[in-house]
């Protein structure tokens, strides 16, 4: 069990230009979720995958926002066109059971991004 | 809808002092509540859990958390702070979402400082 990892840890982009992010879950999670940290608050869920199938995404997820998992390991998180209001911590996680009651989240590092 | 809320989003303790962390819940079925602790650039490590059975929860590093239902509450405890323990805490509930996933849903964190 390696953990959760993401890539990059940090990224300073220039408002308007597009940026990637990249998770690795751990590698028996078949479920993976990306949520959003601003300052001074707790994450807020984006989107999940079971496999590599999209099956939730928040209001929160703008046009501009596309995630993908291609083939049911990775994860990637795409933002077009970023803006100021981008600017966060985006944050993977990676978990297998299904029932709440059964299911802890693993976190990984998360990404922080700085839109200038 | 589910939700937490927690008071103080600064605490400050004394080295060996008792840690109270408080954490509120609206649900409207008994909910299913974490605690996760993140260090400084470090994702969400899981502290501890409550779903059903024992109402007095224990968890790693010395922590533990009492569900209360007549007072929607469930504080988080550590009898006696250490330096390690500065970090900052979020309080969250775990609900199903479409696709067979859960959501959590965090409170705005407590930053715990820990003072010699």
């Known amino acids: 069990d390696t953990g959760v990892s993401q890539d990059p840890r940090h990224k300073i982009t220039k408002r308007g230009q597009n940026v990637t992010f990249r998770c690795d879950p751990i590698s028996e999670h078949n479920r993976l979720y990306w949520y959003r940290q601003t300052l001074g608050q707790g994450p807020e869920f984006l989107t999940y995958?079971?496999?590599?199938?999209?099956?939730?995404k928040s209001r929160l997820l703008s046009d501009r926002f596309s995630a993908e998992r291609p083939k049911g390991s990775f994860s990637t998180l795409e933002i077009q066109r970023t803006e100021q209001g981008d600017s966060a911590m985006y944050l993977c996680?990676?978990?297998?059971?299904?029932?709440?009651?059964?299911?802890?989240?693993?976190f990984g590092p998360g990404t922080r991004l700085l839109v200038l | 809808a589910q939700s937490v809320t927690q008071l103080g989003s600064h605490v400050s303790v004394s080295e060996g002092a008792l840690v109270l962390l408080r954490c509120n819940y609206s649900s409207s079925v008994p909910p299913y509540l974490f605690w996760y602790v993140q260090y400084p650039n470090q994702g969400l490590q899981l502290l501890l859990k409550?779903?059903?059975?024992?109402?007095l929860v224990k968890g790693i590093n010395g922590f533990e958390a009492e569900f209360k239902k007549s007072e929607t509450s469930f504080h988080l405890t550590k009898p006696s702070a250490h330096m390690s323990d500065a970090a900052e805490y979020f309080c969250?509930?775990?609900?199903?979402?479409?696709?067979?996933?859960?959501?959590?849903?965090f409170g705005t964190g407590t930053q715990l400082k820990v003072e010699l």
């Open positions: 996680a990676s978990s297998t059971y299904r029932l709440p009651a059964q299911e802890t989240q693993y």
């Open positions: 995958f079971q496999n590599e199938a999209q099956l939730e």
């Open positions: 969250a509930v775990i609900k199903s979402i479409t696709g067979g996933g859960n959501k959590l849903t």
């Open positions: 409550y779903t059903t059975g024992a109402t």
